[in-house]
């Protein structure tokens, strides 16, 4: 009995932690793929077109996160990595 109670606040504190680190997730996931893009621009981008394009969703992407829209600015990012990883060919 004493063992099943044990285990049971363990599972609570474990699963309240979680939620609590969880919490910062999102922003963190939308400041490292910004950081990400930065990198990439840092490297030659082959078309100015291309980099007229990332420039305008980074300026999109942190408008985005200073609003509050985490999840946006993760879409956002996220589809301009893609948009890079694709026409510079790499796959990671």
Known sequence: ??????LGLFVTASMMASASFAADKPAD???ANL???NNAKAQAMASP???QRV???VQKAQALKAQ?????????TQQTILEIRKTSGTNN
């Open 49 to 51: 077109d291309l980099n």
């Open 29 to 31: 996931l939308c400041d």
């Open 55 to 57: 420039e305008a969703s």
């Open 1 to 6: 009995m004493k063992r099943s109670v044990l």
């Open 68 to 76: 509050g829209k985490i999840d946006e600015c993760v879409a956002e």
């Open 35 to 37: 950081q990400t893009i």
